[in-house]
């Protein structure tokens, strides 16, 4: 009986039209119903992760790994609200971010940019606070844009937006491509929107971004060590 009852809810999945229609701002899970009901928006999409949690949770004390995990989840959410991001999920020790705006490559960049800043910030309360510990925090970013399809998945009283889409799929493996010297990875597609205040910086100005080829996708990427002050 009850696979029966899963059943008919696929085939009724299948057989429903969707009803999608265009977003002006990232929507909320209030906005979007359980059926075939969708909306379609152009978002910027941003994951910031941490680096070896492996490690971590199986290097030291449960309680310390939940401080860093903490540490870095809040200052990440306090930089992407403090640049107009919206804040869609959390995923153990990685969040998820979508700006939607004018700007919303820029403040994707500068985000991340700030995030990095802030990663140093929280290695030195680190070693203030913990001075006899060798543990450095170390993180990723990715960033991409495109179309999203934004459906609700789940069922009554247990359900999440699903954020389908390039952006949201690229932003996530980009993260695999950082290393400690190069935290950041962006798409081309987000390099080529960003405004100069986050494409180069230094006395006298200059590039903060490399760019570098993701051979496994076949496009252009860059990658940055950069950081903004928070």
């Known amino acids: 009986m009850a696979s029966k009852e899963t059943m008919d809810k696929v085939r009724e999945i299948f057989k429903t039209v969707w009803k999608v229609r265009d977003g002006y701002k990232v929507p909320d899970s209030d906005s979007v119903s359980l ?3 969708a909306v ?9 992760d941490m680096q070896d949690s492996t490690g971590l949770v199986n290097g030291y004390k449960a309680e310390f790994a939940a401080e860093i995990y903490k540490s870095y989840l809040v200052a990440a959410c306090d930089v992407i609200r ?3 991001g919206e804040i869609t999920a959390f995923d153990g020790d990685r969040v998820m971010a979508v700006y939607k705006n004018e700007t919303q490559n820029t403040s994707a960049a500068k985000s991340a940019l700030q ?3 802030i990663v140093g910030e929280i290695n030195k309360q680190l070693k203030v606070s913990y001075p006899n510990s060798s543990y450095m925090l170390r993180h990723a970013i990715g960033i991409d844009v495109s179309k999203l399809l934004v459906a609700k998945t789940g069922v009554r009283n247990n359900n999440d937006l699903v954020w389908i889409g390039r952006a949201a799929n690229y932003a996530a493996k980009l993260c695999v491509l950082c290393t ?3 935290p950041i990875y962006i798409t081309e597609d987000v390099h080529s929107k960003l405004h100069v205040s986050a494409s180069k910086g230094g006395t006298p100005p200059q590039p903060m971004w490399e760019k570098r080829v ?3 996708k ?3 990427v860059y990658r940055t060590h950069w950081w903004w002050s928070f």
């Not at 379609?40 to 910031?48: F, K």
Request: no cysteine; hydrophobic share 35%.
């Open 35 to 37: 059926g075939n009901d």
């Open 40 to 48: 379609s928006i152009e978002g910027t999409v941003l994951y910031a």
């Open 82 to 84: 403090a640049n107009g």
């Open 115 to 117: 995030i990095n800043w």
């Open 180 to 182: 400690s010297e190069h």
């Open 214 to 216: 993701w051979t496994d």
């Open 218 to 220: 076949g496009i252009n």
